[in-house]
C-alpha cells in the first residue's frame, strides 16, 4: 500500500499518472503447517444469533445467519449489524464487484445482493428443482456457493447445482435428486461438490458440466460401514481436501491432488466437521472442535476457545486471522503463530487516472504477486484532513473506480490497496 498526493485540483481535466507499487516476487512457503493460536471469543451484535456462515469477501468479514442477521467487520473483533431482508441467509461469496447471498429455506425470494454487503437487495433466486411426476417441486434450500472463472456456482440439499455469471441470471446445470450436496469449492481452475447422501464428488473444468469422480477410493482405509458421507470440502496448498459429515464419516477425511483422484485417510479422535478453510498454509476445519493440517491427511487439535462454544458452523481465513461462528452466537478469532504476510497480494504495480472537477477516477494495473489466492478486486481511498472517501473497483481486464465529491483546490492523499480471500 503506497500514498501519494493529489494537488491542485481545477475545474478542467487533467493527467494522473503515479507509481504507487513496485513489483515484488514472494515465493509461497508450503513447507509446514501454521496451526492457529488460541481462539477468543469476541463480541457478537446480538450474541443470541445463530450463525450459518462466515467469509472474508471484498476486503470484510460478511456473517450470515437463518434468521435473517447480516453481520460485517473489517477486523473481525467489532462487528456492525447490517439491514438485510428477511431470509434464512446461509451462504454468502463474492465476485464480479457484488455479494451474493442464497437461502437455504424451500421459499421465494431465496437470494439477496449487495455492492457493500451493508445494503441489500431481495431477489428472486436460482430456479428450483425440475416439476417431476410425484415429487413436489422445490425452491431454495442453498447449501453453498463459490465464485471462480467469472462465475457464481451454488449447490443445493435437494441435488441441483445451478451457475451465474452476474449473481441474477441463473442457470440450472445439474440435477440428481438422491444427492445432497453440502459443500463447494473452487482451486486449480475447477469446481468441487460434495454430497451428503451417497459420498460423491462432483468436479466441473468450467462449472457448466459436471462429473462423478470419486470412486474408487485408495489408501488403505476403509471406508465407513454405513458408507462415506461429506460434508464440507476446501482447497489451498496443492490440495483437495473433503470430510465425512457426522451421520456417517466423523474422523474421516479424503484428499486429492487434482479432484478425480481421492486417498481416504482417518484421524483419531473422530470428529464432526462442517465446515473448512484454508490460509497461512494450513487446513482449519471445524465442527465439534477445531482441527489443523498441512496437507489434510494427519490433523491435530486447535486451542479451544473460552467460553465453551456450541457446535462450530463455519470458519474462514482472511486478512492474516480465522474467524469461527458458531450456533449459539459466538464469534471467535485466531492469528496464525508467524506472519503470512505471502498471503495476500502486493500493491497494485501502477496506479494511472484522471483528474476532474470535483473527482478522480484512478486505473489499477495487477499486482506482480497475487498472493495465495487470487486477486478479487482494489480498494482505492482518498483521504484529506476532514476524512475518507472510499471507491472499489472489480478485478477486472481494466478495474477501475472514480471517487467523487471532492473538493476543488484541496490536497488529498490516494492510497490503492489490493486484495485477495486472504486480505
Not at 216 to 221: A, D, F, H, Q, S
Not at 237 to 244: Q, T
Not at 257 to 268: E, R, S, V
Request: proline share 6%; with cysteine.
Amino acid at each position: 500500500m503506497t500514498r501519494l498526493p493529489l494537488r491542485g485540483w481545477c475545474n478542467r481535466g487533467a493527467a494522473l499518472a503515479v507509481l504507487v507499487g513496485a513489483s515484488l516476487s514472494i515465493p509461497l512457503s508450503i513447507s509446514s503447517a501454521v496451526s492457529p493460536s488460541t481462539w477468543t471469543v469476541v463480541p457478537a451484535v446480538t450474541p443470541s444469533v445463530s450463525w450459518s456462515s462466515v467469509n472474508y469477501l471484498g476486503g470484510q468479514w460478511v456473517a450470515l445467519s437463518q434468521a435473517g442477521q447480516v453481520d460485517t467487520s473489517t477486523n473481525a473483533s467489532t462487528w456492525t449489524e447490517q439491514s438485510a431482508p428477511s431470509g434464512s441467509w446461509q451462504t454468502v461469496a463474492y465476485g464480479d464487484g457484488h455479494y451474493v447471498a442464497l437461502s437455504s429455506a424451500n421459499t421465494v425470494p431465496n437470494e439477496m445482493i449487495s455492492s457493500n454487503a451493508a445494503q441489500w437487495t431481495s431477489e428472486p433466486g436460482p430456479p428450483g428443482t425440475p416439476k417431476q411426476a410425484g415429487r413436489a417441486e422445490e425452491s431454495g434450500q442453498w447449501t453453498s456457493i463459490a465464485y471462480g472463472d467469472g462465475l457464481f456456482v451454488a449447490v443445493s440439499s435437494v441435488g441441483t447445482i445451478v451457475t451465474s455469471p452476474n449473481g441474477l441470471s441463473w442457470t440450472e446445470r445439474f440435477w440428481r435428486p438422491l444427492d445432497d450436496f453440502t459443500s463447494i469449492t473452487f482451486g486449480d481452475g475447477k469446481f468441487i461438490a460434495v454430497d451428503a447422501h451417497q459420498g460423491n464428488v462432483l468436479m466441473s473444468l468450467n462449472g457448466l458440466h459436471w462429473s462423478d469422480i470419486f470412486q474408487p477410493l485408495t489408501g488403505g482405509v476403509p471406508a465407513p460401514a454405513g458408507g462415506l458421507h461429506l460434508g464440507a470440502v476446501a482447497y489451498g496448498n496443492g490440495n483437495f481436501v473433503a470430510f465425512g459429515d457426522s451421520t456417517s464419516g466423523a474422523g474421516y477425511v479424503a484428499t486429492s491432488d487434482f479432484g478425480y483422484a481421492w486417498t481416504l485417510h482417518q484421524y483419531a479422535p473422530a470428529e464432526e466437521v462442517d465446515a473448512a478453510t484454508f490460509g497461512c498454509n494450513s487446513f482449519v476445519a471445524a465442527g465439534s472442535s477445531i482441527l489443523s493440517s498441512t496437507i489434510g491427511a494427519t490433523w491435530s487439535a486447535a486451542t479451544p476457545a473460552t467460553p465453551a462454544p456450541s457446535t462450530w458452523t463455519s470458519l474462514a481465513y482472511g486478512a492474516g486471522q480465522y474467524v469461527a461462528v458458531d450456533g449459539s452466537g459466538d464469534i471467535a478469532v485466531a492469528k496464525p503463530s508467524v506472519s503470512c504476510a505471502d498471503s495476500v497480494p502486493s500493491p497494485p504495480q501502477q496506479v494511472s487516472g484522471n483528474v476532474r472537477s470535483g473527482e478522480v477516477s484512478t486505473y489499477m494495473h495487477p499486482s506482480a504477486h497475487a498472493g495465495g489466492a487470487p486477486v478479487q478486486g482494489y480498494r482505492v481511498a482518498v483521504t484529506d484532513s476532514a476524512g475518507t472517501t472510499y471507491c472499489r473497483a472489480a478485478a477486472t481486464y481494466q478495474p477501475d473506480c472514480a471517487v467523487k465529491g471532492l473538493t476543488n483546490h484541496e490536497v488529498y492523499w490516494v492510497t490503492a490497496q489490493a486484495y485477495n480471500a486472504y486480505g
